[in-house]
């Protein structure tokens, strides 16, 4: 092979590295690795430094389950949060999308996945036991049900519902409907029916 | 800020890092750390080594100026390629591609850099002295200039024109046209016009 007398090994061993992360494919891991050779051994050492500390230092925070380097988290810590209501989300992604929106001063829940029986993860093996727990302790008046609306999205809400429905708890779902800024001819079929049947009355 | 409140400094400081490679914005950044962060830790052990041993493996050959852990590099060195083409390109990148066409047994000198008057870049910044004395040696018969063709590649490409000539050395240009597979409807301008001015003749 001739990449074998091009690529140095030490770069081919970054580029390996690199092609593993989503969306990495070898074109973009060579680039970036190039990258990183033309820069100051300085900012590679950082991310070096970076990435060898990423794990020691980031746990789970055992109330909420998002990543967070403080047990509990900043925001299960936070006086001024209302512990009351609790966003379930997929990701710790995804909370901190909702965080960005300065709207939600809840708390949250991360399950760290999506039901998906085909990949063999059932309740057991996403925090569904700890959300249940959480409810459990009488401390929750409302459970957001914050999952995407995507299939496997839906089916984990639709789940969630049926399990939660049980407990002394309210449940609310985020609301699924046009998104701000489109225009109506370009949204699809899906979202439309979705928008029309959630309409919200007027008056 | 509330991003404060979410993202755990040291997974902060992994997506600072990343956001500083091209094409890497801060969500593609904080997906790529979140990804790192689910995987297992020995993965990015792996790749903070990669990072760590990257610039102290990986030097410039002293001929071709191309990265290597060799010098000479495994190109320069290996006996059954033909020395005296010199093939020039812009990056090491661009010496990749070409060596993966598995169509060229020239030699190469990497430039690093294209001229850039307006970025301060000139024949100095990149590796043009280097080229010169390596074909006043006298051991180059042809030197096929490879530079991207791009406006700055192109004006690189008429500056070493202009300074090779002078040297006892032939020299070709990467030809220009069509690229293979592209239907000519959908070739621009441009590409469209070059390939007529220099088309071959048949017969």
Do not use: W
């Amino acid at each position: 092979m001739s990449s074998l007398h091009v690529i140095p090994p030490a770069l081919e061993r970054l580029i390996r590295s690199f092609s593993q992360l989503p969306g990495i494919g070898s074109k973009t891991a060579t680039r970036l690795a190039l990258n990183i050779l033309r820069r100051p051994p300085a900012e590679a050492r950082e991310m070096a430094a970076a990435l060898a500390e990423l794990h020691s230092a980031i746990r789970l925070c055992s109330r909420c389950m998002t990543f967070s380097e403080k047990d509990p988290c900043l925001i299960c810590s936070d006086p001024r949060r209302d512990g009351s209501l609790v966003c379930v989300v997929e990701q710790p992604a995804d909370l901190m999308a909702i965080e960005k929106t300065d709207s939600y001063r809840g708390h949250y829940h991360v399950l760290h996945g999506v039901l998906s029986p085909i990949d063999g993860i059932g309740p057991d093996e996403i925090k569904v036991r700890e959300l249940v727990s959480r409810i459990k302790t009488g401390a929750i008046d409302e459970v957001l049900i914050a999952t995407s609306s995507t299939v496997p999205g839906e089916a984990t809400a639709s789940y969630l519902i049926d399990r939660l429905q049980q407990l002394p708890v309210k449940l609310s779902r985020l609301a699924c409907g046009i998104p701000m800024g489109m225009d109506i001819k370009y949204a699809d079929q899906y979202t439309l029916a979705r928008a029309i049947e959630s309409r919200s009355k007027l008056g």
